[in-house]
């Protein structure tokens, strides 16, 4: 803390020696807030800065991908990565781009829709498989859904290619898909959703009976994961875990703690960071940090509300979070299941230290290379690998 401290222009180290109030290390956000909202509790937002005092550097590997979206790292080293306009392709750690595998269903193509979120099999290195998310035509609309396919033996294509959940109902528009797939602690699979962005579909990430704005957890071949909070309940979908999300593309599980943690993006202002627990509302449209795009507050305009889950962390103005991960720590000790976050609008990865469910840091790395970051995921050697919407894939990780 005191070498953040050091670092930091201006902080007055002299009035603040050896009592322990020193001053707090003031946070990496210098912008005035959107409102005069508070936060429910201390550290919730505008938490201190830390800086990394490892050697690291963010190199990039390639230039060339076409709005890239979604990474996984694959066993020997390379990486799947989806684009946005259907397309995946395997890259190696140097930077060569494979041809486009053949295979993947048509995507709904527009605004935020097209092929998005991927992972991997825990058992990809015996059985290939692989699980994507898309924003899926059906007639004049479209639904985020989850695929999954076997890669064939000489990587050119998929095999046995099916569309195993539908996040319905379907909806005309091309805006907040979520899109993000994990292996979930249990074996099964979470999807990320959003809620179609509309005043329309808005309130449906308050409804039971909708798949829109809701983290998903299903088995692999669709199904409801058995255990799930609203099995057997009344008018509620059997394959929801959480609900009152607006629109989620960052999913990852704690590597100590087995916990999903999710972002989100907030309208403007009230992006958020929350550790999901099964069964539980999360707010959105009810409460929220942010305001509407057009000044106005949202619903009856507050930001707490008994029975409603507060965001373990949120940020305004937005940095608009897209893909997350945790990462080991094997070649920079010191980020050791920290949460590295990709910020679009910022165009930062995001550092956060978590202690015990809380926030107790926040650093922004690469923030001279005016990219929008879309996805990181940790690599087979330790380093961090990210990919942005300009089509770099970055390498970060010790000098
Ligand atoms: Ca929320």
């Given amino acids: 803390m005191k070498n953040a401290l050091i670092l930091l222009v201006g902080v007055t180290l002299a009035t603040a020696p050896s009592c322990s ?4 290390a003031a946070s990496v956000e210098k912008q005035q807030p959107n409102s005069d909202y508070k936060p429910a509790f201390e550290g919730q937002t505008r938490i201190g800065a830390v800086v990394t005092k490892s050697a690291y ?5 390639t230039s060339s991908l076409q709005r890239p979206w979604g990474i996984a790292s694959l066993p020997d080293g390379r990486f799947i990565i989806t684009e946005l306009g259907g397309t995946m392709r395997i890259v190696s750690s140097s930077g060569n781009i494979g041809e486009p595998i053949k295979g993947v269903p048509k995507v709904s193509e527009g605004g935020q829709g097209g092929l998005l979120g ?3 099999d825990e058992d990809f290195s015996n059985n290939k498989m692989i699980y994507w998310a898309f924003s899926e035509p059906i007639g004049k609309e479209n639904v985020t859904s989850v ?4 890669l064939s033996s000489d990587e050119k294509s998929l095999e046995n290619v099916t ?3 539908q996040a319905k109902p379907s909806y005309k528009g091309f805006a907040h898909f979520g899109g993000r797939v994990k292996i979930a602690k249990d074996g099964n699979l979470f999807l990320s959703t959003g809620e179609r962005s509309d005043l329309v579909t808005r309130p449906q990430a308050q409804d039971l009976g909708s798949g829109l704005g809701k983290v998903i957890h299903i088995t692999k071949d669709g199904k409801p994961a058995p255990g799930n909070p609203f099995i057997g309940k009344a008018n509620a979908r059997p394959e929801i875990y959480s609900y009152g999300h607006r629109n989620v593309q960052g999913i990852a599980i704690h590597p100590e703690t087995g916990d999903l943690w999710e972002t989100e993006f907030g ?4 992006d958020e960071v929350n550790r999901i627990v099964a069964g539980k509302n999360y707010g959105w ?3 929220t940090y942010g305001i509407e795009y057009s000044g106005e507050k949202v619903g009856d305009g507050i930001q707490q509300k008994q029975g409603l889950e507060q965001p373990v962390y949120y940020w305004d103005p937005v940095i608009s979070p897209s893909g997350i991960t945790f990462y080991d720590g094997r070649q920079i000790a010191e ?3 920290n949460l590295f976050i990709s910020s679009l609008s910022g165009m930062h990865i995001c550092r956060l230290v978590i202690e015990n469910n809380k926030v107790t840091g926040e650093e922004r790395l690469l923030s001279g290379e005016s990219q929008r970051f879309r996805d990181i995921t940790e690599g087979t050697d330790g380093a961090l690998y990210a990919v942005t919407d300009q089509g770099r894939l970055y390498r970060i990780g010790k000098k």
């Avoid at 109030?21 to 707090?24: F, G, L, T």
């Avoid at 550097?57 to 590997?61: A, L, N, P, S």
């Avoid at 695929?147 to 076997?150: D, L």
């Avoid at 309208?267 to 009230?270: K, V």
């Fill in 21 to 24: 109030n020193a001053q707090k």
């Fill in 57 to 61: 550097e963010g190199k990039v590997i």
């Fill in 118 to 120: 991927i992972c991997l």
């Fill in 147 to 150: 695929a999954k396919g076997r």
């Fill in 163 to 165: 569309v195993i959940y």
């Fill in 267 to 270: 309208p403007r202002g009230g």
């Fill in 285 to 287: 449209p009810v409460i």
């Fill in 335 to 337: 980020w050791k299941n």
